[in-house]
């Protein structure tokens, strides 16, 4: 490392080096951003101000609605950044920073879905016991679990990753720091951090991953064993909005880090990753709107109000 400069200014590759790209990109994830921002930030006023959204399935909709708005506005922000300098230059420090939010909000996400099964679970396989389990102190301090988990999982690798040196000129091939990415530019070892990665995707990712869907299998026994076709139709309603955000998050995510050609920095990862960065906090408002009926009544509520 003696012989080598120590950087502490990274490269980010961008979307694309066509200048005549960045203003229609810039212009598009502008757009994109803004109505991220406006359907999440109407289903938070929608949740607040009605008072029949006011139940524990909705909090956690709200919840998850600003951990949306957080999440994207980790990454459109610096990306919208680049486009209109075009010079995609990042600081070691800022790179950081970055991946801890990111690692942050995902985190969250993904274990308030957990929670978010768990709320079905009860509903549908406990409902005469509903009200004395989900609680709102219960609502609370399952979210306050899911915060707490999330500040102290990121954290782990934020104190791993300021102790590696940078001098590698390779610039980060993706438009946001992400942390498998950073630590192909390290010159120092990264086996503890690669190591610690898997260890902790494996007993959290996967612990998250399981009472996510195990709840499910519970559920779907539970649904067709019901007399009633009506009692059917509304419990695949009450789940069906919940699983589609589940698979999209999950499938855009496992396909970005996982898929055989993840070693192979090509358009398709950058595509993937901004599935899963960018436009999947824009499609989770859309869904729980469009396939919400009591969503729907509420907002066409406020417009009448």
């Given at each position: 490392?003696?012989?080598?400069?120590?950087?502490?200014?990274?490269?980010?590759s961008?979307l694309s080096?066509?200048?005549?790209?960045?203003?229609p990109?810039?212009?598009?994830?502008l757009?994109?951003?803004?109505?991220?921002l406006?359907?999440n930030?109407l289903?938070?006023?929608?949740i607040?101000t009605?008072?029949?959204?006011?139940?524990?399935?909705?909090?956690?909709l709200?919840?998850?609605a600003?951990?949306?708005?957080g999440?994207?506005?980790v990454?459109?922000p610096?990306?919208?950044?680049d486009?209109?300098?075009q010079?995609r230059l990042?600081?070691?420090?800022?790179c950081?920073t970055?991946?801890?939010f990111?690692?942050?909000f995902?985190?969250?996400e993904?274990?308030?879905?957990a929670?978010?099964s768990?709320?079905r679970y009860?509903?549908?396989?406990?409902?005469?016991?509903?009200?004395q389990?989900?609680?709102?102190?219960a609502?609370?301090?399952?979210?306050?679990?899911?915060l707490m988990?999330?500040?102290?999982?990121p954290?782990?690798?934020v104190?791993?990753l300021?102790?590696l040196?940078?001098c590698r000129?390779?610039?980060l091939?993706?438009?946001?720091?992400?942390l498998?990415q950073?630590?192909l530019?390290?010159c120092?070892?990264?086996?503890?951090?690669?190591?610690?990665i898997l260890i902790l995707?494996i007993l959290?990712?996967?612990?998250?991953?399981?009472?996510?869907f195990c709840?499910?299998?519970?559920?779907?026994n539970?649904i067709?064993?019901?007399?009633s076709?009506?009692?059917?139709?509304?419990?695949?309603?009450?789940?069906?909005?919940?699983l589609t955000v589940v698979f999209i998050f999950?499938?855009?995510g496992?396909?970005s880090?996982?898929?055989?050609?993840?070693?192979?920095?090509?358009?398709?990862?950058?595509?993937?990753?901004?599935f899963y960065?960018v436009?999947t906090?824009l499609?989770n408002?859309?869904i729980?709107?469009?396939?919400?009926?009591?969503?729907k009544?509420?907002?066409?509520?406020?417009?009448?109000?």
């Open positions: 490392i003696s012989n080598q400069t120590v950087l502490y200014t990274l490269v980010l961008g080096d066509l200048p005549s790209l960045q203003l990109l810039f212009l598009v994830f757009l994109v951003y803004l109505m991220t406006t359907g930030l289903i938070v006023l929608l607040c009605d008072s029949h959204l006011q139940t524990p399935m909705y909090f956690f709200g919840t998850l600003c951990l949306d708005m999440y994207s506005s990454t459109i610096r990306m919208l950044f486009f209109h300098t010079e990042i600081s070691i420090q800022a950081i970055q991946i801890y990111f690692l942050f995902a985190s969250s993904i274990s308030l879905l929670v978010m768990y709320d009860v509903a549908i396989c406990h409902p005469l016991h509903y009200t389990i989900m609680h709102w102190k609502c609370v301090l399952l979210v306050l679990g899911v988990v999330s500040v102290v999982y954290l782990v690798h104190l791993l300021l102790k040196t940078f000129l390779n610039p091939q993706s438009f946001f720091c992400d498998p950073l630590l530019v390290s120092s070892d990264t086996f503890i951090n690669v190591l610690l995707v959290v990712g996967g612990g998250i991953f399981a009472l996510t709840p499910y299998i519970i559920i779907l539970t067709m064993k019901m007399q076709k009506a009692m059917r139709s509304k419990a695949f309603s009450t789940c069906s909005s919940h999950y499938g855009t496992l396909f880090y996982f898929h055989p050609n993840a070693k192979d920095h090509s358009a398709m990862d950058k595509v993937s990753s901004v960065t436009l906090p499609v408002p859309l729980y709107s469009l396939r919400n009926e009591i969503m009544i509420s907002f066409k509520r406020s417009l009448c109000r």
